[in-house]
């Protein structure tokens, strides 16, 4: 099972958590976890928005769709998933696959405290 971890981190922690990676030697497991780092709450929410968590929810588990077939299954107009599917394109949460647009990943999990302003 593949796993998508969201995180909120600084640039410094991500660097230093992809330097660790490099360093390991061991072979990926199985279960490989892939991280998408935003620096703030605001950075995650214009990613994955809810309309986009949507979209994802329809690809999970499924080969490539096309975006037409995907706005079917949410419910949306092309041109509105269109334009969330290519956010998420660019932002490396989706890719683009011959047949259409696939999320490589079997679940998302978020992981991250949200504090209160200083």
Known sequence: MTTLTVKIESLEDTMSRMGSAIRQEAAPSQDAVATLSFP????????LAPKRLNILKVLVGHGPLSIREVARRVGRDFKGVYTDVDALVKNGVVEKAPGGIVF????I??????RAAA
């Not at 490589?104 to 679940?107: E, L, M, Q, S, V």
């Not at 999990?109 to 949200?114: A, K, N, P, R, Y």
Request: glycine fraction near 0%; proline fraction near 6%.
């Open 104 to 107: 490589p990943y079997d679940r």
């Open 40 to 47: 703030s709450w605001d950075a995650v929410h214009r990613v």
């Open 109 to 114: 999990h978020f992981d991250f405290d949200i």
